[in-house]
């Protein structure tokens, strides 16, 4: 990395925004100078980062000069509002909403996946959705060797995909259960301890929900497949956090398991996970706080000869949100990145994909 950095986190005293920090610290970011931004409510309060206390400011018109990376962590309303004010102040966007995925002059990026989508930014570059994430990393080693055909998943949400007030309600709810008190619900619309339920998000006229969209869309778009079939059932479990996914893939000709297990073995951002002896595979409690992706069930798909069959867990807000963040930011020092001309880059055969983790 080529320089210290100015780095503003937006949302900082949210849960993305927390783990940020945290990482920004692990990895020694080349930092020159942090600024932490949030809503007014939260001006004035004091975080604590590699042992000196700032003060996180409100955000306003001002926030972003001399300002070289902007981590936005605070939803898409607040996204729209101020990434492109950020650009026009001389910033990188590395945003974790919804808000840009999807458009067409904003890659969608996963380091381990395609760092080549980086050279291409005009000064937003969109994070995918957790789930994404976690599946994207999980499957493409397979997917380079053979391309997938139909991707079929079912996802295990933990209630940190709803933020931080959503973990702490999951708490009182379990405890009021066991108390014998009825538990409410604000956050998520229903009681998620003791209980599970179909994404709470918007259903669309096929009767699919928003995160299921995500899903099927942005997994095209990092894979660079927009043919590729992807149907994804996601639901919420009463797990505080890392999230779950079954995953059954299809291939135009048969897939060696044992092939497919070294992949996964040896491919970045990923760790195998297979006891077959004692029946132990990756669970959310594993994955809590682990920057890996835990993969690990690798089956022979038996009502298909083309089919694989695999299970895993990762931490929602970290590989899952924070650090793929923290990692597109190291891709854009490492590569010279840093600018909206993309003149520092002629050759995107020469932005590899790191062994990040």
């Known amino acids: 990395m080529s320089r210290d950095v ?39 309060s004091k975080i604590v980062f590699d042992g000196k206390e700032i003060i996180v400011e409100a955000v306003s018109d001002r926030s972003f000069e001399g300002v070289d990376i902007v981590l936005a962590s605070a939803g898409g309303s607040t996204s729209k509002a101020w990434a492109k004010k ?13 808000a840009f995925r999807l458009d067409d002059d904003v890659p969608l990026v996963v380091p381990e996946i395609n760092p080549e989508a980086a050279a291409t ?49 999951a708490k009182t ?22 209980n599970l339920f179909p994404h709470n998000s918007p259903l669309n006229d096929q009767g699919y ?28 479990v009463p797990i505080l956090r890392a999230h779950s996914e079954a995953i059954n893939l299809e291939f135009e000709q048969p897939f060696d398991v044992q092939q497919a297990r070294e992949l996964i073995e040896t491919a970045p ?27 690990g069930r690798i089956r022979q798909d038996i009502s298909h000869n083309c089919g694989l ?32 001309s993309n003149s520092a880059v002629t050759d995107y055969s020469a932005v590899k994909k790191p062994s990040l983790l």
């Not at 940020?20 to 007014?40: G, M, N, V, Y």
Request: glycine share 6%; charged share 20%.
């Open 309 to 340: 069959e695999l299970w895993l867990c990762g931490d929602q807000i970290r590989k899952g949100a924070a650090l793929n963040a923290i990692q597109i930011a190291e891709l854009l020092l490492e590569k010279n990145l840093l600018t909206t």
């Open 269 to 295: 951002g990923v760790k195998l996970v297979e006891d077959w002896q004692s029946n132990y595979f990756p669970m959310p409690i594993d994955a809590t706080g682990q920057d890996p992706v835990l993969v």
């Open 173 to 194: 709810q379990a405890k009021d259960i066991l108390d014998g008190k009825e538990p409410q619900a604000e956050i998520l619309p229903y009681p998620i301890a003791f």
């Open 6 to 44: 100015n780095v503003a986190i937006l949302g900082a005293t949210g849960a993305v925004g927390k783990e940020l920090l945290e990482l920004l610290a692990e990895r020694r970011f080349p930092l020159q100078e942090l600024k932490l931004l949030a809503s007014p409510r939260s001006a004035g």
């Open 209 to 236: 929900c928003e995160e299921e969209m995500k899903m099927v869309n942005e997994t095209r778009k990092i894979f660079n497949a927009p043919e590729l079939n992807v149907t994804a059932t996601c639901v919420r």
């Open 121 to 169: 930014h005009q000064g937003i570059i969109a994070n995918p959705n957790c789930t994404s994430i976690l599946m994207g990393v999980a499957i493409y080693p397979l997917h380079q060797i053979q391309p997938i055909k139909r991707v079929v998943v079912s996802t295990y949400q933990s209630a940190s995909g709803a933020g931080a007030r959503a973990m702490e309600e």
């Open 86 to 98: 950020a650009v026009a102040a001389g910033a990188v966007v590395i945003d974790n909403s919804s």
